[in-house]
T-cell receptor, first 109, second 114 residues
Framework: DAKTTQPNSMESNEEEPVHLPCNHS???????IHWYRQLPSQGPEYVIH???SNVNNRMASLAIAEDRKSSTLILHRATLRDAAVYYC??????????FGTGTSLTVIP | DAGITQSPRHKVTETGTPVTLRCHQT?????MYWYRQDPGHGLRLIHY???????DKGEVSDGYSVSRSKTEDFLLTLESATSSQTSVYFC?????????????FGQGTRLTVV
């Protein structure tokens, strides 16, 4: 399965936008890019996913590079409740998906 | 929230004893997964199921077995628990196994093997 690379940690000020990067240079044409987040003491929570085009939903936006070798999760206005570990995952039709160690986001009041 | 229930939520057991964790879903999703989470490793896939009686191994399956006799239940068994299996275990479900399908996770089971 293709792997992803994320920074171990990032900080953001409250009410400012946050851009969480992810590199996936070995992505295949059928891999979807998924983002999940995990709040403290909870199970992971689905955030967003996409294939080629940028995607928006109520939680976040996903910007995908034209060559698909990288993507960015955008939280438009960080709140304290957004402090979590964010995972970027590639998923295809192989029935499985693998998590890396993710990016720990700290939101500063 | 997706209807996923893990039981028990917490368990302490002794080395060498068998342990079974249960994942129950009310969404009628075909795919179910078991992960373990340890500090510094993120989530690692243990086993998954793509239908009743259809299961396969993940990346860390040694020492674990699974069963799925009904769509709604996916059981993870540690035949003889060891201290290295102390971890937080998460169950996940997915309607399909395709890349265009999201997964939903349970709240986790914290297992301590002493």
């Amino acid at each position: 399965d293709a792997k992803t690379t994320q920074p171990n940690s990032m900080e953001s000020n409250e009410e400012e936008p946050v851009h969480l990067p992810c590199n996936h240079s070995t992505i295949s044409g059928t891999d979807y890019i998924h983002w999940y987040r995990q709040l403290p003491s909870q199970g992971p929570e689905y955030v967003i996913h996409g294939l080629t085009s940028n995607v928006n939903n109520r939680m976040a936006s996903l910007a995908i590079a034209e060559d698909r070798k990288s993507s960015t999760l955008i939280l438009h206005r960080a709140t304290l409740r957004d402090a979590a570990v964010y995972y970027c995952i590639l998923r295809d039709t192989g029935n499985q998906f693998y998590f890396g160690t993710g990016t720990s986001l700290t939101v500063i009041p | 929230d997706a209807g996923i229930t893990q039981s028990p939520r917490h368990k302490v057991t002794e080395t060498g004893t068998p342990v079974t964790l249960r994942c129950h879903q009310t969404e009628n999703h075909r795919y179910m997964y078991w992960y373990r989470q340890d500090p510094g490793h993120g989530l690692r896939l243990i086993h998954y199921s793509y239908g009743v009686k259809d299961t396969d191994k993940g990346e860390v399956s040694d020492g674990y077995s699974v069963s799925r006799s009904k769509t709604e239940d996916f059981l993870l068994t540690l035949e003889s628990a060891t201290s290295s299996q102390t971890s937080v275990y998460f169950c996940a479900i997915s309607e399909l196994g395709t890349g265009n399908t999201e997964a939903f996770f349970g709240q986790g089971t914290r297992l301590t093997v002493v």
